[in-house]
């Protein structure tokens, strides 16, 4: 099984700064991961594929990099509507995995 | 403009099977022009997201393994849903199940709004 780990569970920001989530997988999956931004009581919102594709009506101060092991989301100027969870999840075998989330808080 | 949408009980009592299905409008879910998977993932009260499993456009079906066969995922293609059902539940099995359209290229790109099931007697 691909095991996912993703740090910070949570962390503590203020509007314009900019933030950081990484996501690390045991085994190589190439660039299949995806980046999801999920606010309370909703369903998770897809923002980035295949690593650092931006989906489209995703504003560009959100971007993804990464492959093989190591990936990351950046936000570049945290804007009041950021303030969410956010989850990796990889799609390169046959059973997908999510990270246990980074929650970004004032 | 594809639309998902859950039903099914939101109470089971523990033991029992919990069935679910996922209702798509605005695509066929055996369209072979793009290779979607067809899924399901839930979220515990304040817990992240759990994959639970996938089928795909001709039927095949993935299992998360920690459910250890518990699940069962199938489509019908007649009335253009597919449905998950889930055995011998616990309180543990309560959550928010979503069902979602995915490619293994872009992860799951189109969501339903949830449903919450409390398993309780």
Redesign the interface.
């Known amino acids: 099984d691909i095991q996912m780990t993703q740090s910070p569970s949570s962390l503590s920001a203020s509007e314009g700064d900019r933030v950081t989530i990484t996501c690390r997988t045991n085994q190589s999956i190439s660039m299949y991961l995806s980046w999801y931004q999920q606010k309370a009581g909703q369903a998770p919102k897809l923002l980035i594929s295949v690593a650092s594709t931006l989906q489209s009506g995703v504003p560009s101060r959100f971007s993804g990099s990464g492959s093989g092991t190591d990936f990351s989301l950046t936000i570049s100027s945290l804007q009041p509507e950021d303030f969410a969870t956010y989850y990796c999840q990889q799609s390169y075998t046959t059973q997908w995995t999510f990270g246990q989330g980074t929650k970004v808080e004032i | 403009q594809i639309q998902l949408h859950e039903s099914g009980p939101g109470l089971v009592e523990p033991s029992e099977t919990l069935s679910l299905t996922c209702t798509v409008s605005g695509a066929s879910i055996n369209s072979i022009t793009h290779f979607y998977y067809w899924?399901w993932?839930r979220q515990p009260p304040g817990k992240?997201?759990?994959?639970i499993g996938?089928v795909d456009y001709g039927g095949s079906s993935?299992?998360?393994?920690s459910l250890k066969g518990r699940v069962t995922i199938s489509q019908d293609t007649s009335k253009n849903h597919f449905s998950l059902d889930l055995k011998s539940v616990t309180a543990a099995d309560t959550a928010v199940y979503?069902c979602?359209r995915?490619?293994?290229?872009?992860?799951?790109?189109s969501?339903?709004?949830?449903t919450l099931v409390s398993v309780s007697s």
């Open positions: 899924g993932i992240g997201l759990e994959w996938n993935y299992h998360n393994p979503f979602a995915g490619m293994s290229s872009s992860g799951f790109d969501w339903g709004q949830g």
